[in-house]
């Protein structure tokens, strides 16, 4: 495997070498990755300790052939679930974590993604996990729900049959208190719509506008869930109970230009961006009953085109639409820097893991990143894959889950 290794930023010696005892405690106390950006939708992760040396590479326990997706694996507990297009079906699958080991499987019949998307046929957005169960979402807009101990379907359901965005649907589902928030639809009817986890019941369907490929976030501001839905023109908030709108502005995507990135959230503050309309700071505020938003900064030179930024140390680290990785001041919107080096097509996914960042390119090139430095400056550089990963790399502990384009993969870094 070719593998080059940097030392750019020093590592800290006072987190000590990591045994082989000490890696299998660091798993144990792992969190979860079950769901889109992870246990908390922001793209970080506790638990994965530097090691005082990087290794010259890391190590692959194992690697399965599962399809072909650039759908995220869900990790709940010692299970591993991926979500692929095998054959004629998409495919969900339970394997064993620590093996790789299929559990059992879920398959259905459905069409690919064909036109300009066919290149990506299998599924794009991510397993979402809770109360014991699994939410997926095809590519055509099926949505499932199944039990995550072995594999039962509970319900499934297409309110949108004929409709999907231009380049098939892409926004993975979250669920929040009982309710699955999905993105339903495209182009001309759809919006987003709640759904009772259990049931499948359609509860309630904002259709103000369509989707386009962000997904869903919650943001609890002083006290109070609003969903954030970043659609085909809009970016608004949302009663999760009813659906109603609680702000909206506009944000509409132009020629050549798409809302892709998920919200990011951080308290009562919120930053959006999007190719063509630069990246945005908003902080939000309730007057009553009435939620209220201010813009606090706009940097239009800085944007993202299919991938979702992370907020860590202050600043927003993310990969640009021409796919360069770039760094702002997320208190004033000024950019700390832009590496010229273009790496990422647009794609491209960036994890904040303890005290390093891990990035990831759709040429699955792992970067190990400082998130206080002042250029792009990789502690360690990896290969990881030798298929397209446009999928985002799963952190638990020392263990990182490798989706690419025909195969998952568990590797550790010791």
């Not at 999907?164 to 495209?186: E, N, R």
Request: some cysteine.
């Amino acid at each position: 495997m070719k593998t080059r290794k940097h030392t750019s930023f020093p590592p800290n010696p006072g987190l000590g070498l990591i045994a082989a005892g000490l890696l299998i405690a660091a798993n144990a106390a792992a969190q979860d990755w079950p769901q889109w950006l992870g246990p908390q939708r922001n793209g970080h992760t506790a638990g994965f300790t530097p090691p005082a040396v990087w290794p010259r590479e890391p190590k692959q326990v194992w690697k399965n052939p599962v399809g072909n997706a650039d759908a995220t694996p869900a990790l709940v507990g010692d299970k591993l679930y991926v979500f692929s297009r095998d054959g004629d079906n998409e495919v969900l699958r339970c394997l064993e974590a620590a093996t790789g080991r299929e559990i059992w499987k879920d398959a259905y019949a459905a069409e690919p993604a064909t036109g300009p998307a066919s290149r990506h046929p299998g599924p794009r957005a991510s397993i979402a996990c809770a109360d014991g169960k699994l939410v997926t979402y095809g590519v055509r807009g099926m949505l499932s729900c199944v039990n995550a101990a072995d594999g039962k379907v509970l319900w499934r359901k297409n309110d949108f049959p004929e409709a999907w965005p231009t380049f098939f649907t892409a926004a993975s589902p979250l669920i929040l208190d009982g309710k699955v928030i999905a993105f339903v639809g495209g182009r001309r009817q759809g919006g987003v719509a709640a759904y009772d986890l259990a049931t499948g019941n359609r509860l309630w369907l904002w259709n103000g506008d369509v989707p386009a490929y962000s997904s869903p976030a919650v943001a609890e501001l002083d006290g109070r869930k609003v969903i954030l839905a970043l659609t085909e023109r809009q970016f608004t908030a949302l009663d999760p109970a009813e659906g109603a709108v609680l702000w909206q502005t506009e944000f509409p995507s132009g020629r050549r230009a798409y809302n892709a990135a998920t919200p990011i959230v951080d308290g009562n503050r919120v930053y959006i961006s999007g190719s063509g309309r630069g990246t945005r700071a908003y902080e939000f505020a309730w007057n009553g009953n009435r939620l209220e938003a201010r813009q606090l900064w706009s940097n239009e030179d800085v944007a993202v085109q299919f991938n979702t930024p992370i907020l860590a140390a202050g600043r927003l680290h993310g990969w640009t639409n021409r796919g360069n990785a770039f760094c702002l001041d997320a208190a004033t919107g000024k950019t700390l820097w832009v590496d010229s080096a273009r790496r990422a097509n647009g794609f491209g996914s960036v994890v904040a893991a303890g005290k390093v960042l891990i990035a990831l390119t759709p040429g699955a090139d792992l970067f190990v990143l400082s998130p206080e430095a002042d250029g792009f400056a990789p502690g360690a550089q990896y290969k990881v894959a030798e298929g397209a990963t446009y999928a985002m790399p799963v952190v638990s502990g020392q263990r990182i889950f490798i989706q690419d384009s025909s195969s998952v993969a568990l590797w550790t870094i010791e």
